[in-house]
């Protein structure tokens, strides 16, 4: 089955830096690739996700970049605000497929 | 907007102890899953339904039976406790199976002792 690595685990950032997490995954068939931010005593939530056909996605503060040759993909999150300090999970699934997740990398963003 | 609705949100249970974990969806979404959440594992996949009426397998599904209810409903049981079951139990649905977003419940932290 698919592997998915995620690092690094913990991240610290100063409020208005940027911050990037790194995901590997095994698969070369999935094409399927959303992150998830989870705050404490939450689920997961979507944040954004991409398709196998672009390589790149942004969402304002938040971008995603693929690169299916070298098999991973990373989340950024520019001028990083008290508020993202969560938990962000990575998955990748392929078509007809479950869904496989990263360890997660717990974010804190110091005021 | 509901969404996804787990009860209970915490539980306490003896080894040997048996339980269902409820799971309802309001988004008319044809497929569920239940996953468990451990400290530096991620989310594993231990039982999903694709559509209403089937079920399957995921990655832990040892320890656990599951019911697709209807439509709106998936039920995971423990028919006997063990510690090892100790986890936070996650349920989630998208609308058809892979290659779209997943919505998840907000958690059922179970303690076995």
């Known amino acids: 089955g698919e592997n998915v690595e995620q690092h690094p685990s913990t991240l610290s950032v100063q409020e208005g830096d940027s911050a990037v997490i790194k995901c590997t995954y095994s698969d070369s068939a999935s094409n399927y690739f959303p992150w998830y931010k989870q705050e404490l005593g939450k689920g997961p939530q979507l944040i954004i996700d991409?398709?196998?056909?672009?390589g790149e996605k942004k969402d304002q503060r938040i971008a995603v970049t693929l690169n299916k040759t070298a098999k991973h993909f990373s989340l950024h999150i520019t001028e990083t605000q008290p508020e993202d300090s969560a938990v962000y999970f990575c998955?990748?699934?392929?078509?007809?497929?479950?869904?496989?997740f990263g360890t997660g990398t717990s974010l804190t963003v110091i005021p | 907007n509901a969404g996804v609705t787990q009860t209970p949100k915490f539980q306490v249970l003896k080894t040997g102890q048996s339980m269902t974990l409820q799971c309802a969806q309001d988004?008319?979404?044809?497929?569920m899953y239940w996953y468990r959440q451990d400290p530096g594992m991620g989310l594993r996949l231990i039982y999903y339904s694709a559509s209403e009426g089937t079920t399957d397998k995921g990655e832990v599904p040892n320890g656990y039976n599951v019911s697709r209810l209807n439509k709106r409903e998936f039920s995971l049981r423990l028919e006997s406790a063990a510690p090892s079951q100790t986890s936070v139990y996650f349920c989630?649905?998208?609308?058809?199976?892979?290659?779209?977003?997943?919505?998840f419940g907000d958690g059922t932290r179970l303690s076995i002792l």
């Open positions: 989630a649905s998208n609308p058809n199976y892979s290659n779209q977003p997943q919505h």
């Open positions: 988004m008319n979404h044809n497929s």
């Open positions: 991409i398709r196998s056909n672009v």
């Open positions: 998955a990748a699934s392929a078509a007809g497929n479950q869904f496989y």
